[in-house]
């Protein structure tokens, strides 16, 4: 199955710091949608993104869909220490399967 | 009122036997995937079902035979388990538009199976 590449894989910050993330596919995705996973738990939906160009935001959590529909980015500002946790991208083309990034760790430092 | 629950949350068991793990959503959601996540925690889709109709078959043992009773349900049965099985299992569902665009997927809490 395809596999997104997200980088990066692992990010360390202080708490307050500003934190980016982005996940590229070699195909042409219409649904971008990013999640984050607390150990122990399932992902959960932080965003979904439907049109090349988008740009959505939730609370301090801000992605956008990449004009090519070959990427998608994810920003969250100011850090807090909750933000800890694995963040995946996924992208879904014309059929009904979503395809995962490979993860990126975020650890925050109070 | 949770939205994707699963049975059992883990599974403890040995080489060789049979098991199942039960995923039910009360979504309304008419399709509903099974992903295995490995220990590097990447999500690998396993199936998918469409209204119970299977439509995404990943390349997968035949000892793991999906079964969707209803569109509510997608339960997950595995044959002569081994230890490569040990994973955690997640279910999720999504709705398709008559657009044919996928509506966001919301994932169960997932099924640690452990197999010694």
């Known amino acids: 199955g395809q596999q997104l590449n997200q980088s990066p894989q692992s990010m360390f910050i202080q708490e307050g710091e500003d934190v980016s993330m982005n996940c590229t596919s070699s195909?042409?995705?219409?649904?971008w949608l990013w999640y984050k996973q607390d150990p122990g738990e399932g992902p959960v939906l932080l965003i979904a993104?439907?049109?090349?160009?988008e740009l959505t935001s939730n609370g301090r959590l801000t992605a956008q869909f990449g004009i090519t529909r070959k990427d998608s980015f994810l920003n969250i500002s100011a850090s807090i220490p909750s933000d800890v946790g694995i963040y995946f991208c996924?992208?879904?083309?014309?059929?009904?399967?979503?395809?995962f990034g490979t993860g990126t760790s975020l650890t925050v430092i109070p | 009122d949770t939205a994707v629950s699963q049975t059992p949350k883990y599974l403890v068991t040995q080489m060789g036997n049979d098991k199942s793990i039960k995923c039910e959503q009360n979504l309304g959601h008419d399709t509903m995937y099974w992903y295995k996540q490995d220990s590097k925690k990447f999500l690998k889709i396993m199936f998918s079902y469409n209204n119970k109709e299977l439509i995404i078959n990943e390349t997968v043992p035949n000892r793991f035979s999906p079964k969707s009773p209803d569109k509510a349900h997608l339960n997950l049965h595995i044959n002569s388990l081994e230890l490569g099985d040990s994973a955690v299992y997640f279910c999720a569902s999504s709705q398709v538009r008559p657009s044919g665009r996928v509506d966001e997927q919301y994932f169960g809490p997932g099924t640690r199976l452990t197999v010694t």
């Open positions: 195909s042409i995705f219409n649904t």
């Open positions: 993104l439907y049109k090349a160009g």
């Open positions: 996924a992208g879904q083309g014309t059929g009904n399967q979503f395809y």
